[in-house]
């Protein structure tokens, strides 16, 4: 996590959108090491900092607010997410992030308690 944090250092002395871009990635980095506070906190500045400005990745914030909420398990607001930022990577034609938003969905369906099956009358 030190170099991520030094870069979002460095990125705090850019302007907006770069801070903006270092802390979803930062965000993104602290979902999967399951420090999941952190990672909203960031999310949430890093959302603060996108309205106004047209960064080429804000999109990805569904993303990562997905994977967020699913980490959290918020599964429905999960899939939600996943709906959003599928539907912008195929308006991007950007078929790496629907692989990833595919997984995430599988991922988030995995963890989804399946409901208790009766058994069949005999």
């Known amino acids: 996590m030190g170099d991520l944090e030094q870069a979002v250092l460095h990125a705090r002395k850019a302007d907006e959108p770069d801070l903006a ?3 979803l990635l930062e965000a993104q980095v602290r979902v999967g090491a399951g420090d999941l506070p ?3 906190l960031r999310l949430d500045a ?5 309205e106004g400005h047209d960064l080429a990745m804000s ?5 990562i607010q997905a994977d967020l909420a699913s980490a959290e398990g918020r599964l429905a607001d999960a899939l939600l997410l996943y ?3 599928l539907r912008e990577a195929e308006r991007r034609s ?3 992030q629907i692989l990833f938003d595919l997984t995430g969905v599988a991922a988030a369906d ?10 069949a009358a005999g």
């Open 94 to 96: 950007n078929e790496t």
């Open 110 to 119: 995995a963890v989804t308690p399946a409901a208790p099956v009766s058994p």
């Open 59 to 63: 999109w990805k914030r569904f993303t």
């Open 46 to 50: 890093a959302c603060a900092l996108l």
């Open 38 to 40: 952190t990672a909203g």
């Open 83 to 85: 709906v959003r930022s």
């Open 21 to 23: 871009a270092a802390l």
